[in-house]
């Protein structure tokens, strides 16, 4: 159940974009997207909900597909600064049996001068 | 103000003894939830806190506990140490439930099990 990204990797040069999907077999309740570079803790990018709302708080965009159980994560004008690794998270607080909060597979984004 | 803290930050421990880890929270977050990270596995959930009362568990054995305290402050135990018990153990707090809340990550308790 844990989500699955795509691309694994991806290297990027300064200015250009990049796409990271990430694709769940079970219905989305919400997608959260986190960055952690090497050696430090992830830190949070934004999170899209059921109901539409989007709460993020760099200039990074996302989109959520709930039919096709997809998010995808859009960086345009890449820096070298958005170097790391990309983790996809969902969770679901409604289950009454309780629920993991599962991180996707992860994609390492590297950008070069 | 003041982000998640963790203590110890780096335990060396041996197979068969069991380690406790401490997280607190960001002041006014009640909901801590627990992750190990291995290069193998990626960010595995252990489990979800919120308000003392433990919210969602992870696919982890028994030897794997935890528990939160009135201040949101929140333990996590492991008994009978394994090899593959080897990890980075991340804790993270939000306002609400992890699913619906941004989660702030501490720095974690790099575990080394001999």
């Known amino acids: 159940q844990q989500p699955v990204q795509s691309p694994q990797a991806v290297i990027l040069r300064e200015g250009e974009d990049a796409v990271i999907n990430c694709s769940s077999s079970?219905?989305?309740?919400?997608v959260h997207w986190y960055r952690q570079k090497h050696g430090e803790a992830p830190v949070f990018l934004m999170i899209l909900l059921k109901g539409g709302e989007q709460k993020g708080h760099e200039k990074i965009s996302a989109s959520f597909n709930k039919k096709k159980q997809q998010s995808s994560l859009y960086l345009t004008a890449s820096q070298l600064s958005y170097s790391g690794t990309y983790f996809c998270g969902t969770g679901d607080p409604r289950s009454n049996t309780g629920n993991q909060f599962y991180f996707g597979t992860g994609t390492s984004l590297t950008v070069i001068p | 103000k003041a982000g998640v803290t963790q203590t110890p930050r780096y335990l060396i421990k041996t197979r068969g003894q069991q380690v406790t880890l401490s997280c607190s929270p960001i002041?006014?977050?009640?909901?801590v939830s627990w992750y190990q990270q291995t290069p193998g596995q990626g960010l595995q959930f252990l489990f979800e806190y919120f308000s003392e009362t433990q919210r969602n568990k992870g696919n982890f054995p028994g030897r794997f506990s935890g528990r939160q305290f009135s201040n949101s402050r929140s333990e996590m135990n492991v008994s009978t140490l394994e090899l593959g018990d080897s990890a980075l153990y991340l804790c993270?707090?939000?306002?609400?439930?992890?699913?619906?809340?941004?989660?702030?990550f501490g720095p974690g308790t790099r575990l080394t099990v001999l």
């Open positions: 079970k219905a989305l309740y919400s």
């Open positions: 993270a707090s939000s306002w609400g439930l992890a699913a619906d809340n941004e989660q702030f």
């Open positions: 002041s006014g977050h009640r909901s």
